[in-house]
């Protein structure tokens, strides 16, 4: 339920429509398609044939294809929206992704920080700007750690790679919306 790709296709959707309403939602509804969406589909399609071990890609080695693809798409993606003429706020959202895959992606490729972690701090962040930030921290902090710690139970990270992916998505986020908002 929390996995980057459900939190990548949910979070432009509430972003566009507490923004923007009804358009705002339209908005948000073609980042999250492209976004999240073609990356589920590829997800899902290379676990079935093989590709990928499991569809959380927790093989570190099987990575760096996707991450390029994503990385692919959120720049036409984020392209489509500027040519467009979509709300700043819905371009901040989705340079955001781009921000975190930044961070992240060349760290996954020689030690195995925590996507979910990432995103789901940097949803947090990314919510604060848009919604009343106290009550959004005291509900995001709990998503966050209940999120790192059943990758700990789980035994697909460790509390170091938890940590670093939640200040790497936090922190990603921050610099982006202090960029462009």
Do not use: N
């Not at 990758?151 to 990270?157: A, K, S, T, W």
């Amino acid at each position: 339920m929390f996995a980057p790709m459900w939190i990548v296709m949910g979070l432009p959707l509430v972003v566009g429509a507490v923004t923007s309403g009804w358009t705002g939602f339209g908005w948000g509804a073609l980042a999250a398609g492209l976004c999240g969406g073609v990356p589920a589909v590829v997800i899902f399609g290379g676990v079935r044939r093989g590709w990928f071990g499991d569809w959380h890609i927790g093989e570190r080695s099987q990575r760096p294809k996707l991450v390029a693809v994503i990385v692919a798409l959120v720049v036409l993606t984020l392209a489509l929206l500027m040519v467009l003429g979509a709300p700043a706020v819905m371009v901040a959202s989705v340079a955001i992704m781009l921000a975190t895959l930044a961070v992240v992606g060349p760290i996954t490729l020689r030690w195995k920080i925590s996507f979910h972690s990432a995103v789901a701090a940097g949803a947090v962040v990314m919510l604060t700007a848009v919604l009343p930030a106290a009550p959004v921290l005291v509900a995001g902090a709990v998503a966050v750690a209940l999120i790192g710690w059943s990758r700990i139970v789980l035994g697909d990270h460790t509390v170091r790679q938890v940590l670093a992916g939640a200040a790497a998505g936090a922190a990603a986020t921050a610099a982006t919306l202090t960029a462009l908002l």
